[in-house]
């Protein structure tokens, strides 16, 4: 009996249309037998030409400026979100309504109120679902998940998380959706904080109160032109309109989880000379773990038992023994990328759907993390500790 194959239809054509299309093309060579094969059977964007380049671009069987044609095609059995997060929900919902599993790049969507409704849509339809915090796909975020789980560094006392980027440190770069509150949300908090927020609760747990604050720094910005979101310090002309920034660039935050463990998280795009660090440190009563992610096949590692003329972090390169290393790379510190973490994504996903379990991180998961980033707004904005509402 060969093995299943399960029609994708993907909304929106940019970069991440890119990501999830070639972790569609690659999981079944990573891992196989794969839980099935990825069909990519249709993509969507409003701009007719983007979507018309995309389906030759990223192999796919047809195109279409209208997402209800995915919704509607009873040959499409997943729904990929890559859109910008105001539309989110709205797809979503008619996608769960519809019958269809979904996986929704983050944050799930604009406000809690929207993402449990998605959530509510998902289980009340028995679809399952997957929000695309891939960042935790890491292989050596797995390992640090193991030896957690081991009891290696014992009960964890605290975390401390970083997500530093520049790419919008530079006045001149353009307006983009993501400064803009009405079509994504917040800002660093909502784009790049909440990948750091679905670490820590993966790895440390629930979270129970927050104390925050946050901060624009740059207040204005020349207005993009074009439908393509423009990153990485790109410059528009010098009489160039300027919109406002309503949203925050910069977030840091204290965390009191549910078991006791403290942490904070801190988050900004404004970081000249960081391209993508995402890092954390975690103490426990028996060691400690840290990781950066620009150095992403590495984990250090402290083990309280190692003798005293020894004890001090270690590397443990990741490779074949660690979680997901068969189906990756044959030997240690080869290689892991952003692309391997959406093909593990992905990998995830389809095996849920073939075992009928939660893909995780699910819908629920990304509701968490809005009740989060509600608490952190509402304690910026107060000055205080604001309890984190529970689902």
Known sequence: MGIKKINVGLIGAGFMAK?????????????????????????????????????????????????????????IQVVDICTPNNAHAEIAIAAANAGKHII????????????????????????????????????????????????AIGNILDFRGTYLQ??????????????????????????????????????????????????????????????ADSLGNSRAGCGAPKGIVDVDDQCLFMVECENGAFG???????????????????HGTKGSICFNYERRDELQVCFASDQNDRRGFRTVYTG?????????????????????????????????????TRALPDFRDGYAVELISEAVLESAKTNSWVDVKKI
């Open 19 to 75: 990501a999830h299309s070639i972790a569609y093309a690659g999981m079944p060579m990573f891992f196989w037998p794969a839980p099935a094969i990825p069909v990519k059977k249709m993509i969507v964007d409003i701009n007719e030409a983007a979507a018309r380049d995309a389906k030759e671009k990223f192999a796919f069987e047809s195109y279409s400026t209208d997402w209800h044609d995915i919704i509607d095609d009873p040959d």
């Open 264 to 282: 904070s998280i801190e988050a900004t795009r404004n970081a000249w000379g960081r391209n993508n660090y995402i890092t954390f440190e975690i």
């Open 320 to 356: 074949p023994a660690h979680p997901y290393g068969e189906g990756l790379w044959p030997i240690p510190a080869l290689g892991i990328g952003y692309t391997e973490t959406k093909i593990i994504e992905c990998y995830d996903f389809f095996q849920a759907l073939k075992d009928n």
């Open 104 to 151: 929704c790049e983050k944050p799930l969507a604009l406000t809690p109120g929207q993402a449990k409704e998605m959530y509510l849509a998902a289980e009340k339809n028995h679809v399952r679902t997957m929000v695309a915090f891939n960042y935790r796909k890491t292989p050596a975020i797995q390992l640090a998940k193991k030896y957690i789980d081991e009891g």
């Open 166 to 227: 520049d790419w919008s440190a530079d006045p001149a770069s353009p307006l983009s959706w993501r400064f803009q509150k009405d079509i994504c949300g917040s800002g660093a908090l909502g784009d790049i904080g909440t990948h750091v927020v679905d670490i820590m609760r993966f790895l440390v747990g629930d979270f129970k109160k927050v104390n925050a604050r946050t901060a624009t720094y740059i207040k204005e910005r020349p207005v993009q032109t074009g439908l």
